[in-house]
């Protein structure tokens, strides 16, 4: 019987022990750019996995990634300080849920202050392939919805 009690608790140890392995094999995948290896360690935006958005252009579960410190990215109302400095990456992990594994992410990059895309297809042997696509692109066009926000999206969830 006590063994039955730790079962729960071993099964728990085992999915969190995976979900690091998962972002740390994310980031290890060949064909990703060295600028956004270490994503995972990044500033997560949203606190539980995005659900919520089954209309949008990405309408699969992500979580959302910047490569900014809190004090950086938020102003003193709690707030983004904008607009977000030249070099801002923001990454969104496309999650296939039924794999445990991030199987699409888009990148947005702040160049001049521009924001140029990309987004990194997972191929069946793990690794990236890439799909540079500027800043005049399909996926500008979406942002424009959100120029108040200096084209994000996806808002800072306090913690």
């Known amino acids: 019987m006590p063994l039955l009690r730790l079962v729960p608790r071993f099964i728990l140890v085992a999915v969190l022990a995976c979900s690091n392995v998962l972002g740390i094999a994310v980031a290890l995948a060949p064909g990703l750019p060295v600028s956004i290896t270490d994503y995972p360690k990044w ?3 949203n606190i539980d996995r ?3 958005n089954p209309t949008g252009a990405h309408p699969q579960s992500k979580d959302v990634y910047v490569n900014l410190d809190v004090a950086v990215l938020l102003d003193d109302g709690g707030g983004y300080a904008l607009p977000f400095p030249d070099g801002t990456v923001l990454v969104k992990e496309r999650n296939d ?8 992410l888009y990148v947005m990059e702040k160049q001049g202050a521009r924001w140029e895309y990309a987004f990194y297809d997972r191929q069946a042997d793990g690794s990236f392939s890439a ?3 500027g800043a005049d ?3 500008h066009g979406c942002h424009t919805g959100a120029r108040a926000t200096d084209f994000v999206f996806t808002p800072f969830e306090r913690r």
């Open 43 to 45: 500033t997560r935006l």
């Open 50 to 52: 995005v659900t919520a």
């Open 97 to 104: 849920v039924s794999r445990l594994l991030a199987d699409r």
């Open 131 to 133: 799909s540079e696509l």
């Open 137 to 139: 692109n399909f996926c």
